[in-house]
Structures are given as structure tokens and as C-alpha cells.
């Protein structure tokens, strides 16, 4: 496995000047993301995490700090390799409405990525569109309708495929799901989880929801105003969070929070296991998410009713 992380953000800061006020989003954030790895950050609104997301994929310059992409560092690049540097880097936002141009087809929003990419020819573009479409869950032959011809979970399969069709190394999600409805959502997640399986696809996944983040991601860095304030393994910010500011977003998921462990059963939701709930009994000394991975667990499809 290559040990050069795909991405790092060293010591970045991005500061706004806003009616004559600066504002820090970003104070010093330094950050690693693996090959393969999904990464989540987590935070309060107005905590930094879309203003890192952007400067991850390039939208945002960062004030201070640099941005490293394979191990080189971008600033040192000249611009045609700095530009391919980041077509490595995709975007999915929130609002699946907004993210789409509603004048143009289908095909062509997610065709673009592939022309940019270097595929010329708009015979194989729309074969590949079209294997998209399938990968994603839709149709062949949504590819020539416009995107209010969609659900709002739809667009978002869309905004996927368009996000995956250059073949990205990194795929920034912020916060993919938070606009669609709760039965959505998951299908979503799923669909993300789906597409990075037996690849070396990367996610920086931002959400201000502990409980999407612990099912999705294999480590959690935690925002607090502009900074990262405590980062690691999602079982041990799960278990052993440090900083009262993790400890309170995890109050507020009863179903992973602290309170659960002990010889009470848990209910909790696993990454990798889709949408299932697992009642757990946890030993001292173990925690939630050893003791659901061991097997130790009833699985309770539906068991979201319980108290
Ligand atoms: N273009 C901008 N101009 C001025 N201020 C900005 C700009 N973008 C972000 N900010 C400010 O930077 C801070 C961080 O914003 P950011 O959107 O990164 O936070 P966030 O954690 O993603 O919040 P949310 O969860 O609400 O999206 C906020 O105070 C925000 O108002």
C-alpha cells in the first residue's frame, strides 16, 4: 500500500473579510487522508467544514497553509499539473437542487467530466454515461432528461455519477444527505459505501450528524471554531471522545453515545452493514463497536422502535 497520503492539508487557515469584519473559518487545520480511507469531519454549523471541504478540492485559496495532492504540494506546480492535480478532487454538495444546471440534459452535466478527462469521442461518452446512470441506480435512458424531471434523491444519485465519472482519487461529500428525506438517506449512504468497494476511491465526508459519520467513516476529525480539536479511529472518538465538545455531539445520538456501554444492550448502527441495527451487549472493557464486530450481537432488522 502506498503510505503517501492522497491528500494533506498542512497547516491551512482561510480567513473571509466580511462587512469589514474578518472572519477565521479555517485556524491551522492539518489533515491526512489516506488512499482508500473515508475520512469524516464533524462539527457545528459555521465550525469550518465546507470552507475545508472547498479548499480541499481547490474552490477555496487558502490564506496560509498548503494543499498536497499525491504529496505534491500544489502551490509548487505549474498550472496545467496543478488543474490535473485537481480533477482528482470531486465535489458532491448538500442541495442536489442547486448543484445541477437545469438547462442542460443529464448526459451532458455528467458527460463534461469525462471530455475533461480526455474522453473525445461523444459516441463513448454517452456509453459511459450511461453505465453510469446504472451504477448509480437509475436508468440508461434518464440521460436525456433535465434534472427537474427528478426526485430530489435522484439528482443526488445524479450529482454522484457527475462527481465519479473522471474517476476521482477523492471525493468530498458535504453533507451529501442532510437535505434529503430520512427513508433517502440511507439509500444514499449506501449507494456512496457501494462505490468505493474494492477500490481506492477516498471520501472527506462532512456532516454535522455523529450518527451518519460513525456508519460511514474510518477515522473522525471533530471542528470546533475553524480547528480540528480531536481526531482518530471512529471506534475511539466513539468510546473514548477527549474533548467535551465530541462528547456532547455524541450525547446527542443516544443510540452510540457513552451512555449505552456497559452491560445494558445497545442499539447501534455499523459502518459497512447498511442501514441494520444491532443490539449488542458490551463486556467491560470493550467497546460498542468490538462487541457488535465480534459477532457478539442479535441482529434487529427494523429495530429502530425500540426504546
Ligand atoms: N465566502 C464567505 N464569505 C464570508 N464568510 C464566509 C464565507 N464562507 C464561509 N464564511 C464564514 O466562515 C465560517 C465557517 O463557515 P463554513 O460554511 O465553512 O462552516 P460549516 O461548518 O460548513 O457550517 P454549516 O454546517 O452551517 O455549513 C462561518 O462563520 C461562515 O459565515
Known sequence: ???????????????????GRTIHALN????????GETLGIIGESGSGKSTLGRVAVGLETPT???????????????????????????????????SLNPQLRIARQIGEGLYARGLLDWRD??????????????????????????????RQRIAIARAVAPEPAIVVADEPVSALDVSIQAQILDLLIDLKKGGTLS????????????RLCDRIAVMYRGRIVESGPTAAIIENAQHPYTRNLLDAVPRIGRRRTGRKPALVQLPDHGRQDFLVTVSPGHSVLQAAESGN??????ANALP
Open 64 to 98: 496560509q497553509g498548503k494543499l498536497h495532492i499525491e504529496g505534491d504540494p500544489l502551490d509548487d506546480l505549474p498550472a496545467a499539473l496543478r488543474r490535473e492535480k485537481l480533477r482528482q478532487c470531486q465535489m458532491i454538495f448538500q442541495d442536489p437542487y442547486s
Open 28 to 35: 491551522g487545520v492539518t489533515l491526512e487522508l489516506a488512499r
Open 125 to 154: 461518452i454517452n456509453e459511459r454515461v450511461a453505465d453510469l446512470l446504472e451504477r448509480v441506480g437509475l436508468k440508461r435512458e434518464h440521460a436525456e432528461r433535465y434534472p427537474h424531471e427528478f426526485s430530489g434523491g435522484q
Open 297 to 302: 450481537n442479535v441482529n434487529l432488522p427494523g
Open 1 to 19: 500500500m502506498n503510505s503517501v497520503p492522497i491528500l494533506k492539508l498542512d497547516g491551512i487557515s482561510k480567513s473571509f473579510l466580511s462587512n
Open 203 to 214: 471520501y472527506l465526508f462532512i456532516s454535522h450528524d455523529m450518527a451518519v459519520v460513525a
